[in-house]
T-cell receptor, first 114, second 114 residues
Framework: DTEVTQTPKHLVMGMTNKKSLKCEQHMGHRAMYWYKQKAKKPPELMFV???????INESVPSRFSPECPNSSLLNLHLHALQPEDSALYLCASSHGQKHPYEQYFGPGTRLTVT | AQTVTQSQPEMSVQEAETVTLSCTYD???????LFWYKQPPSRQMILVIR??????QNATENRFSVNFQKAAKSFSLKISDSQLGDTAMYFCAFMIFTGNQFYFGTGTSLTVIP
């Protein structure tokens, strides 16, 4: 099983709403990632969890709050977002500390902030 | 700091022909990985090919092959016998051995023309 799943596929939320994005993998990977991607642009790294600990936070605004409840799950909690936060949010995972090092990406959550 | 440059924002190729996408990178590291990822329109990002910097032999995966020139810091992707399903954004990515952070290029949008 080389699959990373993400829910929901699409999300529309107002600027005062609170919502969460969910990511799951069952490949035994110990590194998990959140990216933000605008159309026709490369993914921008937001957060990295390594062995369930936050290891990289790329100066992301506090309205985005990551959580890693266990080694298979990664959440991204959203609160008081802005219209410019509308984007495709990608989750990815990798082994973390051993070969192969490539990242496996989920299909993404298409977020629209109104 | 690591940087990845893809100088061709858009390319097109006739079906069954061969096309080469270019990627250059800059790093002071000696041990790293290079990747090409493919993201079809509205579909999931998937790994096309991986190259370890310590390997002199160029990686190949079926119709996809790379030309890795370590001294020139160049990592181009050749797609042979192009198919309509190859239409996608292609991202070059770099990762150092001791980290788990990817550095992406800006992407090349490839269109295969019937």
């Amino acid at each position: 099983d080389t699959e990373v799943t993400q829910t929901p596929k699409h999300l529309v939320m107002g600027m005062t709403n609170k919502k969460s994005l969910k990511c799951e993998q069952h490949m035994g990977h110990r590194a998990m990632y959140w990216y933000k991607q605008k159309a026709k642009k490369p993914p921008e790294l937001m957060f990295v969890y390594s062995y369930e600990k936050l290891s990289i936070n790329e100066s992301v605004p506090s309205r985005f709050s990551p959580e890693c409840p266990n080694s298979s799950l990664l959440n991204l909690h959203l609160h008081a977002l802005q219209p410019e936060d509308s984007a495709l949010y990608l989750c990815a995972s990798s082994h973390g500390q051993k070969h192969p090092y490539e990242q496996y990406f989920g299909p993404g959550t298409r977020l629209t902030v109104t | 700091a690591q940087t990845v440059t893809q100088s061709q924002p858009e390319m097109s190729v006739q079906e069954a022909e061969t096309v080469t996408l270019s990627c250059t990178y800059d790093t002071s590291e000696n041990n790293y990985y290079l990747f090409w990822y493919k993201q079809p329109p509205s579909r999931q990002m998937i790994l096309v090919i991986r190259q370890e910097a310590y390997k002199q032999q160029n990686a190949t995966e079926n119709r996809f092959s790379v030309n890795f020139q370590k001294a020139a810091k160049s990592f181009s992707l050749k797609i042979s016998d192009s198919q309509l399903g190859d239409t996608a954004m292609y991202f070059c990515a770099f990762m150092i051995f001791t980290g788990n952070q990817f550095y992406f290029g800006t992407g090349t949008s490839l269109t295969v023309i019937p």
